[in-house]
Structures are given as C-alpha cells and as structure tokens.
C-alpha cells in the first residue's frame, strides 16, 4: 500500500487504489463497503471497498477475514498482505478522507456532515468500481444512520445491483470483513506516520487512540492546545471535544472582521485584537513564536478557504 499520494499533502482527501483484476471484468463481483475512524478526534477518516468475483465468495471466507475491530495490529497486517497478494481475484480501494477536509466540511456554512460525507464517498467508490469495469452485482455496506433508507438510497442509485446494507455488515459479510481490514490498515499507517506540516517542533508521537475517551489523547490534546490559534489540521477542530478544549483553555480575541474592528473593539469587550498577536513590537523568542504561529494560522485558513 503506497500512501506517498497522501502523505505528499495530508491537508487534501486522496484515493488509493489495487489493480483491477482481469477477472473482476469478466465475471460477476460482489463489493463490501466499511470505513474506519468515524470517531476519532485525531486523524483522517478512511473507507474502503473491496471486490472479488462471486464465484471467489468461499475463498475469500477460507481466507480468515473478519471485522477489524476484533483483531490486533500484527493480524490485520497479515490479513491485509494475504488479501493484496490475491491480487489475481481480489480489487480494493480507499478515500483517505483528511481531518482538515472533515472540519472545513463541517464547519463552512452550508454544513456537511458526517452522514453526508459517508454517504457520498461510499458512492464515489461503488461508481469508481463500476467505471474501473468491474462487473458488479452484489453490493454489501455496513450502515451509516438508519440502514433500510441507507440500502434504498443506494438501490436507486445503483439499480440493477443487489445492495444489502446492515448493521455490522463487517462480522456478516466477509467481503466487508475485507474492506474493514483495508480501510483500518491504512487509517493506522497514515496516523502512526502523521507528518505535522505546522512548525510545531518535535511533537509528542504517543497520541493514543484518537478517541476522545483516551487518556492519552486527552494529554496530547492539552499539550498542542495554542491558546490562541488551536490545533494543527492533524486534529478534527470541528469535534466538540476539540472546541470545548479550545473554549475552555482558549484566550478570547476580537476578529477584526466582526462588526466593530479594531482593538478599540476588542478593548470594549475586555479581550486583545487578533492582530495584537501579530504586533511588531514583540521581540526574542517571543517574536519567533509569533511569527510561527502566525505562518500556521494563515496556512490553515488558506487552507480551509481552499477547501471550501
């Protein structure tokens, strides 16, 4: 699994994807869908899709695959390298969705959200399977939101595709087992492998989980927190942990944009301008720290406008 497309600019959304086999074009497929990181607060969500002639079903079930989430790192590796190298039968494909396309989707003012997002891309990756040749017939999806509205969604989207849509489809269908596997591999990969392109310094590595609930990502997120410009795009700044976080142990500043501008603004509301941060009068180290974290802010922002 090459993530050098993704890693080139972790800011972006970025589809990776196997070779299409010869006899995914000339035989009947079936084709499971799941995702993995819907949750976390730190780090991209990527969804996955895997496909195999349905001739190929009992094969793929010898094979061992289950549900992600039931096996430790070392076995998901092993089962991920096993279903790469059935590359002769077997098809896959990923969104690596970035936390930054995630927040600044989230956030703009036409909201998009989770369910949407999902939604969409597991729809991009079914069209993308079709327009790849890959001869579909059967479509497996683990739900996202209710699951008979999810599958009738998809059934007027595909007709002519049988589309079973379950709550955990990926410890029913071993096609979605598979998807599960892939999808959770490169999730891990990305995360372990995360480049900060912020000028943070050496960054803590041992971030924990991601989940909100980890001590550990509790910490991170503690130690990363800016008082004033938040977090790097590694985290979902949308998610109401990272916004209470920021609420909380943030400083309040006047955004000269707002209806009164200026620091006479500000003043009147008890807190600092936002361009009090960038003041030339600041010196040492002190000047440094500002300028750095002034090129971060304005790479976010770009960043997010360009996003939108």
């Known amino acids: 699994m090459d993530l050098s497309p993704f890693e080139s600019d972790n800011s972006v959304s970025c589809r990776l994807a196997s070779e299409i ?15 993995a990181g819907r949750g976390p607060v730190l780090g991209p969500m990527v969804y996955g899709i895997c496909f195999c002639p349905v001739s190929k079903k009992q094969e793929l079930k010898d094979s061992k695959v289950a549900d992600s989430k039931t096996l430790n790192e070392v076995e998901r590796e092993n089962l991920f390298q096993k279903i790469d190298e059935s590359k002769s039968y077997i098809g896959w494909a990923l969104q690596i ?17 989770l369910n949407a997002i999902s939604h969409d891309t597991a729809i991009d990756l079914v069209q993308y399977a079709l327009d790849s040749g890959v001869q579909l017939k059967e479509v497996f999806v683990d739900t996202v939101g209710p699951a008979d509205k999810y599958e009738d969604k998809l059934s007027k989207r595909f007709p002519g595709i049988d589309v079973t849509v379950r709550p955990k489809a990926d410890s029913l269908f071993p096609i979605v087992s598979a998807a599960s596997i892939c999808a959770k591999v490169a999730r891990d990969r990305v995360v372990k492998g995360w480049s900060f392109s912020e000028d943070m310094g050496d960054v803590e590595a041992d971030y924990g989980s991601g989940y909100p609930s980890d001590p550990k990502t509790k910490a991170w997120m503690l130690k990363y927190l800016d008082p004033v410009f938040g977090y790097p795009q590694f985290v979902r700044f949308s998610w109401s942990t990272a916004q209470t976080l920021m609420d909380s142990k943030g400083v309040t500043v006047h955004w000269d944009d707002d209806d009164e501008d200026g620091e006479k603004g500000a003043q009147r509301q008890n807190n600092k301008s936002m361009l009090a941060y960038f003041s030339a009068s600041a010196g040492g180290k002190d000047q440094k720290s500002t300028h750095q974290t002034h090129r971060f802010f304005t790479e976010r922002r770009l960043k997010s406008l360009e996003a939108l």
């Open 21 to 35: 086999p010869d006899v995914c074009r000339t035989e009947d497929c079936c084709l499971g869908i799941d995702e």
């Open 97 to 113: 969705i970035s936390p930054n396309t995630i927040s600044t989707s989230m956030l703009q003012r036409t909201k998009y959200n």
